[in-house]
């Protein structure tokens, strides 16, 4: 669903905070998205620090499972108006809402779009030359 979109992503990307997007990418007008997955009802329902990403994007959406109930995330506290939703299991995803643009100041979006593509760098060579494995916090 990414790459028909053109949306490159990078999965478990740190970011500047100490947290850990489960997906981190970049389309091509160089928007950067944060997509938070949620398999079970209990780690979203319980999940308290998903809006200490929204400072690292300018478009955040929550991945979830076909089989969760999506009716709590349409809830005030879940940001219904910022935070889109796509639906996903191992084969393919659609974007059922989505995600509102707010726009990063543009030397944020300088940072952390550097910081992405160096971790992405960092990976490939890790990839092809296993004796520069790259350290996997970013």
């Known amino acids: 669903m990414f790459a028909r979109n053109d949306i490159w992503c990078l999965p478990e990307m740190p970011l500047r905070n100490g947290r850990r997007a489960d997906l981190m990418g970049i389309d091509a007008k160089g928007q950067l998205i944060i997509v938070e997955i949620k398999v079970a009802r209990g780690d979203l329902l319980g999940d308290a620090k998903w809006t200490d990403y929204l400072d690292y994007c300018d478009r955040f959406y929550w991945g979830l499972a076909p089989h969760l109930d999506r009716a709590c995330i349409a809830e005030p506290g879940f940001l219904p108006e910022r935070c889109g939703v796509i639906?996903?299991?191992?084969?393919?995803?659609?974007?059922?809402?989505?995600?509102?643009?707010?726009?990063?100041?543009?030397?944020?979006?300088?940072?952390?779009?550097?910081?992405?593509?160096?971790?992405?760098?960092?990976?490939?060579?890790?990839?092809?030359?296993?004796?520069f494995a790259p350290r996997w916090n970013g």
């Open 87 to 131: 639906v996903a299991d191992g084969y393919d995803a659609e974007i059922l809402r989505p995600a509102a643009t707010v726009p990063l100041a543009a030397a944020r979006r300088k940072v952390e779009t550097e910081r992405l593509a160096r971790a992405a760098l960092r990976r490939q060579l890790g990839l092809v030359d296993p004796q």
